[in-house]
């Protein structure tokens, strides 16, 4: 069974452009978080979806949005990006949410550079 | 969120025993211990996890405490491919997981 794959793998921005990431989660999951890493703040969470539905947020601007179409795979989107956005964004799959037996599979990551 | 609280860094000798404590003495009785550990360039990958009881894999041991206050990630023989950052968190089922920094485990040749 493939993995959580994310694409693309590296991207570079400009300040002020938008960027959208993409994630297709492991094939029969149904919830799809997104994390920030940065070396000063950690992995930090975004959002989750699931079945279509963002069920949790973190602490995060509203320039930060995702959604997750009827096949699972979800989009993240930056919008107006400042040089702190640079990080590694990950993504992360698990079969239903909700029950904590229930692993998260996480993708390679998308490494966003802002200039 | 309840937080964990682990030791920056580590060091083991190869094919030796690792023992990676975390601390997470505000748990409540719902969260759900797990470990996670990032390869150098990778995304994270699920090592174990536990409630109560200690738990094996062919991966790893985790020994949990009788007071779930603390717990302990045993690798049993550590190998050069263990070297990562190994991550202890509290997964109440909201499917929010709060990463800590994590313990930066370095293998010795």
């Known amino acids: 069974k493939a993995g959580v794959t994310q694409t693309p793998r590296y991207l570079i921005k400009t300040r002020g452009q938008q960027v959208t990431l993409s994630c297709s989660p492991i094939?029969?999951?149904?919830?799809v978080s997104w994390y920030q890493q940065t070396p000063g703040q950690g992995l930090q969470f975004l959002f989750e979806?699931?079945?279509?539905?963002?069920?949790n947020k973190g602490n995060f601007p509203g320039r930060f949005s995702g959604r997750q179409f009827s096949n699972s795979r979800s989009e993240m989107n930056v919008s107006t990006l400042e040089l702190g956005d640079s990080a590694l964004y990950l993504c992360?799959?698990?079969?239903?949410?909700?029950?904590?037996?229930?692993?998260?599979?996480f993708g390679p990551g998308t490494r966003l550079t802002v200039l | 969120d309840a937080k964990t609280t682990q030791p920056n860094s580590m060091e083991s000798n190869e094919e030796e025993p690792v023992h990676l404590p975390c601390n997470h003495s505000t748990i409540s009785g719902t969260d759900y211990i797990h470990w996670y550990r990032q390869l150098p360039s990778q995304g994270p990958e699920y090592v174990i996890h536990g409630l109560t009881s200690n738990v094996n894999n062919r991966m790893a041991s985790l020994a949990i405490a009788e007071d779930r206050k603390s717990s302990t990630l045993i690798l049993h023989r550590a190998t050069l491919r263990d070297a990562a950052v190994y991550y202890c968190i509290l997964d109440f089922g909201n499917e929010k997981l709060t990463f800590g920094t994590g313990t930066r485990l370095t293998i010795i040749p």
């Open positions: 979806y699931f079945s279509e539905t963002q069920r």
């Open positions: 992360a799959s698990r079969l239903a949410g909700g029950p904590s037996t229930d692993t998260q599979y």
């Open positions: 094939s029969g999951h149904r919830s």
